[in-house]
């Protein structure tokens, strides 16, 4: 039968239209009482068809699909962004597959048959043969077939199909961006075209973790069987690591080797070579010793055991490090002045210092000593009970530490010896401090150790008397000496000083009690008749010949005598100016002690000097005197 309002074909027995829907019998439809909605109930199949919409229900449809055009236009552009970076990884992964792939790839294409058309139309056919459908009529009944869905539906379905279409594209784009990142890891790494097949991940070998995860790959065709590949590296969780690559045969096992640890090892069970690449710590290549060089070289230690059992080594290149160096600062004991260290009075010495690594080990002479926060540390070295004064012994410091290189000091300790302290003793010797007053009196002073003890005597013990010494408690000494009313000239004093752990100091400087000037000099001489010049002839006169010959009469004060000499050289020591000087007439030569303080003993200039006669200058063989300078006019 055949519908009047869309021309669809229907069975004869058919009441609606299978396509629209509409009454194929023209029979009016008979209206029913109105009845709660829960009591109607269809009387037939198709009275109320599962695609008709409720009224109430259009407003909700209609929204729905305002809010599904706002979601589905920025996901189309995801999908397009998506694709197109699909597209371009896709792009990148053709570029590296080799040319006889692709070419074994475009024959399969051609081979195959263009199923889908065929299927289509086989769908086609079966959809429309409706008298293979209906030859067991009174079986069944039809339902009309729904009209076209609401604008709303159709939107829904758009949009679960995007999702879908963008979840597919997604998932392609990542497979392919995973699939050119193993491609272009093996090709980095075995420096090969993958001829032979993808990477496969190995697990890590669980007794040895010291390395990282490695990966087994393609042989590659350049890398020689007795050589391997080493690569240093800081990987992404910062720790420093060397990457070996190395050949293994098929059926072999290759062992590393490492110092302190178990060795790494790993059996090709393929039956083909493949490349092994282990990614390794360096730390695990150090000696964890302590080291005698900053610089260390390191050459991984690689076998390879093949399937019938022989062994050969591989060779690996070598990598160097640095490792730091210990440094032992000794801060006690001190050397002295000339740089010796010597014990005190029990021959025990304490060693104190620091190390600049706390966690480092010190021996001292091959004893471990403690050393404490901040690489302190201190240690009592007692001598052997043998040593004597003369006995040196040394000290052996080692501070050392796994992977540093150690640090060593030498101290030489000198066994106690008694050293007595050096004494101090000065005195205040200005010339005008050294004459006498007209009493025949005078006041020394000076400096020494506290509680030294002084002693002072006199050349002349019979006209010149010294008197005790006293010492403050700060050194400072002071003494009185008194010479006889008749005596005039000089006195060699010797002043001498001691103290229980130093060493005796002793000094001499000279006292004098002379006239005003060279009148009362002549006066008191002539007067006496003990006056003399030094000329060739004359009552009065005198030789240095005779002076020389007879000191014990001449070489007092009781004798006076003048000599006209010319300066040469003036020394001065102390208090006491020496005036070297020729005679005129003879050109000898003599020494005098300068009296004299107001002036110049000039070089060049002659004196007439009067004087008393000491003896002979030292070892010279001179004649020595001391006394008064008047110009020669």
């Known amino acids: 039968m055949i519908c009047k309002e869309c021309g669809a074909y229907n069975p004869d027995h058919a009441t609606y239209c299978k396509v629209c829907a509409a009454n194929l019998k023209g029979e009016p439809e008979v209206e029913t009482p109105a009845a709660p909605e829960e009591d109607i109930q269809p009387t037939k199949r198709f009275s109320r068809p599962s695609w008709i919409v409720p009224e109430q229900h259009k407003e909700a449809e209609e929204a729905v699909s305002e809010a599904a055009e706002e979601v589905v236009e920025p996901i189309e552009e995801t999908v397009e962004e998506v694709a197109d970076e699909a597209a371009d990884a896709v792009e990148e992964v053709e570029q590296t597959i080799p040319e006889d792939v692709v070419k074994k790839a475009a024959a399969v294409e051609e ?30 009944e039809y339902e009309p077939t729904p009209p076209k869905r609401k604008q709303g539906k159709k939107q829904q379905s758009t949009l679960f199909t995007v999702l879908l279409i963008a979840i597919i594209v997604v998932i392609i784009g990542a497979l392919v961006a995973v699939g050119w990142y193993l491609l272009k890891d093996q090709f980095k790494c075995n420096k090969a075209d993958d001829a032979n097949g993808p990477v496969a991940s190995q697990p890590a070998d669980p007794e040895n973790t010291g390395h990282d995860d490695p990966v087994t790959t393609a042989a590659p065709a350049t890398l020689d069987d007795t050589n391997a590949e080493l690569l240093e590296t800081v990987d992404d969780d910062g720790v420093e690591r060397v990457h070996i690559t190395v050949m293994i045969p098929s059926n072999g096992t290759v062992s590393i080797a490492f110092p302190n640890q178990a060795d790494y090892t790993w059996t090709n069970t393929d039956d083909k070579a493949v490349a092994r690449k282990v990614k390794i710590p360096v730390e695990v290549f150090y000696p964890n010793t302590p080291l005698e060089e ?33 440094n032992i600062t000794v801060q006690s004991p001190v050397p002295d002045e000339n740089g010796t260290i010597m014990a005190p009075e029990s021959n025990t010495v304490t060693i104190q210092g620091t190390i600049d690594e706390e966690t480092a080990q010190l021996t001292v002479n091959g004893v471990a000593t403690t050393v404490y926060t901040g690489g302190v540390f201190m240690y009592d070295y007692t001598m052997s009970p043998d040593a004597t004064e003369d006995t040196e012994e040394t000290v052996t410091l080692v501070a050392s530490k796994p992977n540093c290189v150690s640090d060593t000091k030498e101290i030489t300790i000198h066994a106690y010896k008694f050293v007595p302290e050096p004494m101090t003793l000065e005195v205040n010797s200005d010339i005008s401090l050294m004459r006498a007053d007209k009493s025949g009196k005078l006041f020394v002073t000076g400096k020494t150790l506290p509680g030294a003890t002084l002693t002072a005597t006199s050349d002349n ?23 006889d009313p008749s005596f005039y000239g000089t006195s060699s004093i010797t002043l001498e000083a001691v103290k229980e752990g130093a060493e005796p100091g002793s000094t001499k400087f000279t006292v004098m009690r002379g006239l005003s000037d060279k009148n009362e000099f002549v006066k008191h ?15 009065n006169a005198i030789s240095i010949a005779e002076l020389l010959a007879n000191p014990t009469q001449y070489a007092t004060s009781d004798y006076g005598i003048r000599i006209t000499a010319t300066v040469v050289e003036n020394n001065t020591v102390g208090n006491d100016t020496i005036v070297k000087m020729t005679i005129a007439k003879t050109g000898e030569t003599v020494y005098v002690h300068a009296l004299s303080s107001v002036w110049q003993h000039n070089v060049g200039s002659a004196y007439n000097v009067y004087c008393n006669f000491i003896g002979t200058y030292e070892d010279t063989g001179c004649a020595e005197f001391y006394g008064w300078f008047a110009k020669n006019k």
């Not at 048959?113 to 069944?140: G, I, K, M, T």
């Not at 010149?464 to 002071?478: K, P």
């Open 111 to 140: 081979e195959l048959p263009d199923e889908p058309e065929e299927a289509e139309e086989e769908v086609e056919e079966s959809f429309y043969n409706d008298e293979e459908a209906l030859e067991d009529e009174d079986s069944f």
């Open 525 to 539: 001489y002539l007067k006496s008749k003990t006056y003399r010049e030094v000329k060739e002839k004359g009552d």
């Open 461 to 483: 013990t019979t006209n010149v008397l010294c008197g005790s010494v006293t010492v403050d408690g700060e050194g400072n000494f002071t003494f009185q000496i008194t010479m």
């Open 294 to 326: 900053s610089t260390q070289t390191f050459t991984p230690d690689i076998k390879i055991r093949t399937a019938d059992g022989s062994e050969y080594k591989v060779n690996c290149p070598s990598f160097t490090r640095s490792f730091p160096k210990l």
